[in-house]
């Protein structure tokens, strides 16, 4: 089985400029989520969905951070504008139903804004 | 909220055993898990505890103990390949969603 897949595995852009990270998650896996590691902050969840729907989106830093799951397949964290305090490696997990399920990560996204 | 505490640095030689320890606080605890992250890779699962005791997967195994808040993680006969980040993290709240904690850097010696 493929394991979750994210693109680009490294961006490195302007400040200001818009930021678009992709994550395919697991075929069959109902929970998909989005989380930040930075060495200061550690390891951060930011947002997750179940079913394709938002269900908590608190750890989202502020409004510049955006996400979408527009099917089960699919799913995009975005920034606008990027500032160089959002440099971190993003990742995104998915998983199954169930309290012992285990999240199957993504091998990241390297982000650093200039 | 919840908030876990582990070591955030281990050193020990190849062929040793060494114990990661976590200590929690949360509410609505359901169960407690550990990752492994190398450098520049995403965490991998490695264990999950919903009860207490001991569970063991080859090399490696987890405890539990919710009466404590407390668990930890035992790696056996380390190997130069097990040098990594460990992280535990709990599953816990209306959400169960996993709370991870700031992880602990685990290096092997020859």
């Known amino acids: 089985d493929a394991g979750v897949i994210q693109s680009p595995r490294h961006e490195v852009t302007e400040m200001g400029q818009e930021v678009t990270l992709r994550c395919k998650p697991i075929s069959g896996h109902d929970y998909l989520f989005w989380y930040r590691q930075t060495m200061m902050r550690g390891l951060e969840l930011l947002i997750y969905?179940?079913?394709?729907?938002?269900?908590?989106d608190s750890g989202m830093p502020e409004d510049r951070f955006s996400a979408k799951m527009p099917n089960a397949s699919f799913s995009t964290l975005k920034i606008q504008p990027s500032e160089p305090r959002d440099s971190a490696v993003y990742f995104c997990a998915s998983r199954r139903t169930g309290s012992n399920q285990p999240q199957h990560f993504g091998d990241g996204t390297r982000l650093s804004i200039l | 909220g919840q908030s876990l505490e582990q070591p955030s640095e281990v050193t020990a030689v190849e062929g040793a055993i060494v114990q990661i320890n976590c200590t929690y606080q949360t509410s609505g605890f359901y169960g407690l898990s550990w990752y492994q992250q190398h450098d520049g890779g995403a965490p991998t699962f490695l264990s999950y505890n919903g009860l207490d005791g001991l569970e063991e997967t080859g090399r490696f195994s987890s405890f539990l103990s919710r009466s404590d808040s407390y668990g930890y993680l035992l790696l056996q006969e380390l190997q130069m390949k097990d040098s990594a980040s460990y992280f535990c993290a709990v599953r816990a709240g209306s959400a169960r969603q996993l709370t991870f904690g700031s992880g602990t850097q685990l290096t092997v010696l020859p």
């Open positions: 969905f179940n079913n394709n729907v938002p269900i908590d």
